[in-house]
Structure formats: C-alpha cells, structure tokens
T-cell receptor, first 120, second 116 residues
Framework: DAGVTQSPTHLIKTRGQHVTLRCSPI?????VSWYQQVLGQGPQFIFQ???????GRGNFPDRFSARQFPNYSSELNVNALLLGDSALYLC???????????????????FGEGSRLTVL | AQSVAQPEDQVNVAEGNPLTVKCTYS??????LFWYVQYPNRGLQFLLK??????LVKGSYGFEAEFNKSQTSFHLKKPSALVSDSALYFC??????????????FGTGTRLLVSP
C-alpha cells in the first residue's frame, strides 16, 4: 500500500508569493494533519482536518490555511510568504477519530516525506 | 500544555555498544508518548509508543523505550547500535485538542551518530 504522498518535494519561492502544498493520505485514513519543521527544531502543529472540516489549529497566522477534499486529500496554502516560512512541511494521516468517552484512540501518525519550501 | 524535553542535541556511540536517547515529559493526566526517527531528507517514521501497561515498550528496528513515571522520563534504548541507526530522533507527547481530536507535541530532537 502507498504511504502518505506529498507534492511538490522541493520548491523555491520569493517573499510575498503564495504556495500550495498537497497531500494524499494512506487509503482508509480520514484524518490529515499538517506540521511545520524549521531547520534544527521539532515539527510544530499547524492544522488537523477530519471529514473535510478543520478540527484543530496551531499557533500560526491567518496567512496559513488548509482544506480537505471528499477523497480525504488535503492542501496547505500559505499567502504572503516570509523568509521565516522556509521549512519542511509535513503531512500526516491517521485513523484518529473523535474520542467518544467510551474508549481512547491512540493511533500513531503516519508522515509523508515532506515538502521543503525555501523562501528567498 | 503538554511538553517533552530532549536534553541532548547529539549522542555519539560506537557500533555494537548500547545507546540511550533521553526524553522527559511534562503532562497533566496520563501521558501518551511516542518516538519517531527522521533520516536525512525524509519524513518521520514511527518507532514506538507508550499508552499504558508495561513500562518497557518494544518497537521497530530493535528499539525499546522505558517509561518511568517517578522520573517523568521515556528514554529510547537499543542494546547494540548500528551505523544505520544514525539519524534524528524525536520524542513526542499527545495533546488533546478542545475538538476531541489530538495533536503531537514534539521535542527538539536528538541527533544520534553511530561510529563504525
């Protein structure tokens, strides 16, 4: 089975431009999350989507947005790029679903290879 | 907020020797802890997780981790290191969002260098 796939793998943009990153989750996974990994740091949570709705948002400016499609794939959009947006953007899928109180879902995240964005 | 700390930026070990990569956590409630590995120019790969039960958790590629509640630690271990284990290792803790979903909070990472 194919894992999480992301595109493009590398891209270079200039300040002020816009970028769209794409992610296809593992077949059967309905939840997609996005993380930003700046060089030398651990990944930071940006968004989580489930069933096409935003279910969580990290501490990122409104320039960052995302959406999930009916086939569960997802896009991350970043507007008005800044130099500090240069990073590896990781997409992860999982079987995570809302906890019902009757049990606890503790599934791990499956990450893609990432999209490395360089802003000049 | 949940957090994890990885006190060592880099760990050096000779091939064949045991290795330990340290992680301490700060959580409210019971911790759900994870270890991931990242090879150069690659995404993160899941190694193991602690949810409940035995304090010694076995994972992929011969790695294991020991959960210690009194010391709030979750150190990653391997009895005999391989050169191919050289990579960046991240400890992470699950944090529940107010929507009922979850995110992972990662440490800053520890670079493991195994010399031949």
């Amino acid at each position: 089975d194919a894992g999480v796939t992301q595109s493009p793998t590398h891209l270079i943009k200039t300040r002020g431009q816009h970028v769209t990153l794409r992610c296809s989750p593992i077949s059967g996974h309905k939840s997609v999350s996005w993380y930003q990994q700046v060089l030398g740091q651990g990944p930071q949570f940006i968004f989580q989507y489930y069933e096409k709705e935003e279910r969580g948002r990290g501490n990122f400016p409104d320039r960052f947005s995302a959406r999930q499609f009916p086939n569960y794939s997802s896009e991350l959009n970043v507007n008005a790029l800044l130099l500090g947006d240069s990073a590896l953007y990781l997409c992860a899928s999982s079987l995570l679903e809302p906890t019902t109180g009757r049990g606890d879902d503790t599934g791990e995240l499956f990450f893609g290879e990432g999209s490395r964005l360089t802003v000049l | 907020a949940q957090s994890v700390a990885q006190p060592e930026d880099q760990v050096n070990v000779a091939e064949g020797n045991p290795l330990t990569v340290k992680c301490t956590y700060s959580v409210s409630g019971n911790p759900y802890l994870f270890w991931y590995v990242q090879y150069p120019n690659r995404g993160l790969q899941f190694l193991l997780k602690y949810i409940t039960g035995d304090n010694l958790v076995k994972g992929s590629y011969g790695f294991e981790a020991e959960f210690n509640k009194s010391q709030t630690s979750f150190h990653l271990k391997k009895p005999s290191a391989l050169v191919s284990d050289s990579a960046l290792y991240f400890c992470a803790v699950r944090e529940r969002l107010n929507t009922g979903f979850q995110k992972l909070v990662f440490g800053t990472g520890t670079r493991l260098l195994v010399s031949p």
